[in-house]
Nanobody, 120 residues
């Protein structure tokens, strides 16, 4: 099996910063894309940022404020969030496309989510 464990969420004031981490563990042969998604109350889950093959992609709403990075040796992805706004409040989920062996296809895995609340 593959597990994704997120950490780093919490309560922060508007304009503040947080850094999320997500570590993948278990039966992993290789990881392609890793990314972050978020879901606010009453809304659908949306893409925040992804990283694949050295290429990063950001939602327009976070571009210039958030930075995604990876430590491939540790199977870990990070999300540095600066200039946070109340509308960034959501549960943030980590996602990874993982190959468990050389002969299996990539499968998508999700973390359990971490709450980010931006409020004064």
């Amino acid at each position: 099996q593959v597990q994704l464990v997120e950490s780093g969420g919490g309560l922060v004031q508007p304009g503040g910063s947080l850094r999320l981490s997500c570590a993948a563990s278990g039966s992993i042969y290789s990881i392609a894309a890793m990314g972050w998604y978020r879901q606010a109350p009453g809304k659908q889950r949306e893409l925040v940022a992804t990283s694949s093959g050295g290429i990063t992609n950001y939602a327009d709403s976070v571009a210039g404020r958030f930075t995604i990075s990876r430590d491939n040796a540790k199977n870990t992805v990070y999300l540095q969030m600066n200039s946070l706004k109340p509308e960034d409040t959501a549960v943030f989920y980590c996602n990874a496309n993982v190959r468990r062996s050389p002969v299996t296809a990539y499968s998508s895995y999700w973390g359990q989510g971490t709450q980010v609340t931006v409020s004064s």
